[in-house]
């Protein structure tokens, strides 16, 4: 996984995961975006160099490759499957066990990766709390370069590690000179049919005992290589997949939704300012033509609702009242329904309707209520019930 424009990529190689701490001191290599190493060192997590992707190299002991057919599943299913394929070649408890697998062949046949899910998980915390961006975690036996037809064999510390070829590799014990691993020898009788022509040696190898002993002709590497292997198996799957976003493929999106926002709220305020200064200049003209009608109004607050009340003293001073009005609207009510006083509990006026609520026992039965709703009916008036509450308005029969 290369590094993105142009950066520089962290691979780190990490001790076993059960010895993993942060005062452990790791090897790490930079490379640049055609993944040549251009810088090796060796520090605790804490002090390695910051701002680069983080490729972890998992130490090979800490995983096991199995190859093996996979079952016709897929998703969930054939996850739940990978558990009981490699049971049998887990020694711990599979309980623990964390496997991926990679890519199938033609025949149904994959390489799956066994990881300790506790580890694992505690590596990834470890990882997160000094700021790594990780973007993969590959088996180390995977890390090495290999030829059609050669295999390579790479020293560790205190073991080594052998890729057959593609997804496969296994972790062998560490390299005496005088003779090979026996996992060495039992990789050549199981593999056969990958049975390599050469065998690359990273590490102390007496190549003629060595060739001897495999039957194979075995060579030292003299220089470190100059490129990092591509990732070619990644275990960072199923709940230990990272969520990766580009940022910058989201720029343009991000930039056009906050153009249409500060548009959108633009316009919004604009206009709400036309709206306002619409409503202003409507109340402006409303207190001119009522200035001009009623000069001697000192305030206007409500000029409508003033202006009403200032048309309807009129009409009473000149005795030409509205029928709709209070007073003539509740004399001509009290001359028409001829109702007892005590049989009023209360007099409103709103909506230029008159609201009479009368004592309940005044109007108990249908029949005195049609009687009254009649007689005012009869006067000019719309009546109408709700219980005891009888609201009476201009506009009836006549």
Aim: proline share 5%; glycine share 6%; charged share 25%.
């Amino acid at each position: 996984m290369a590094a993105r424009g142009g950066l520089t990529t962290l691979r780190l190689h990490l001790c076993q995961l059960a010895e993993l701490a942060a005062d452990s001191e790791l090897n790490y290599e930079l490379l640049d975006a055609r993944r040549r190493i251009i810088r090796r060192g060796r520090d605790v997590p804490a002090a390695l160099p910051k701002g680069h992707q983080t490729e972890l190299v998992i130490a090979g002991p800490d995983v096991l490759l199995i190859d093996a057919r996979l079952p016709r599943l897929s998703g969930t299913r054939l996850r739940a499957a990978l558990a009981g394929i490699v049971e049998p070649a887990v020694l711990g408890d599979i309980e623990r066990a964390f496997v991926v697998t990679g890519q199938s062949d033609a025949e149904g046949r994959a390489v799956l990766a066994v990881v300790d899910r506790v580890l694992f998980k505690r590596t990834m915390e470890l990882c997160a709390r000094v700021g790594m961006e990780i973007v993969s975690a590959t088996p180390e036996p995977l890390t090495l370069a290999i030829r059609p037809g050669v295999w390579r064999l790479r020293a560790a510390e205190n073991y080594s590690c052998l890729r057959i070829g593609g997804d496969l590799g296994i972790s062998c014990s560490r390299l005496e000179p005088a003779e090979p691993p026996a996992e060495l020898q039992l990789a050549l009788s199981r593999h056969s049919e990958r049975r390599p022509n050469l065998i690359e040696v990273d590490g102390p190898c007496d190549t003629a005992a060595w060739s001897e002993a495999l039957g194979i002709a075995v060579t030292v590497i003299k220089q470190e290589d100059l490129y990092a292997v591509p990732v070619a198996y990644d275990l960072l799957q199923y709940e230990f997949a990272i969520r990766m976003v580009d940022w910058r493929a989201w720029q343009l999106p991000a930039m056009l939704a906050a153009a249409l926002a500060v548009t959108l709220l633009t316009g919004l305020n604009v206009e709400a300012w036309l709206m306002a200064r619409e409503a202003q200049q409507t109340r402006e003209q409303m207190n001119a033509v009522f200035r001009q009608a009623f000069p001697d109004v000192s305030a206007i607050l409500d000029p409508m609702l003033q202006a009403k009340r200032a048309l309807a003293d009129l009409r009473t001073g000149a005795g030409t009242a509205n029928s709709s009005d209070f007073v003539p609207l509740a004399t001509k009510f009290a001359e028409t329904a001829q109702v007892a006083s005590d049989a009023i509990r209360g007099l409103e006026y709103r909506d230029r309707s008159l609201v009479v609520r009368l004592e309940p026992r005044s109007v108990d039965t249908p029949q005195k209520r049609e009687v009254l709703v009649e007689r005012l009916t009869r006067a000019g008036f719309n009546a109408r019930f709700l219980e005891s509450t009888l609201t009476v308005r201009v506009g009836g029969k006549s």
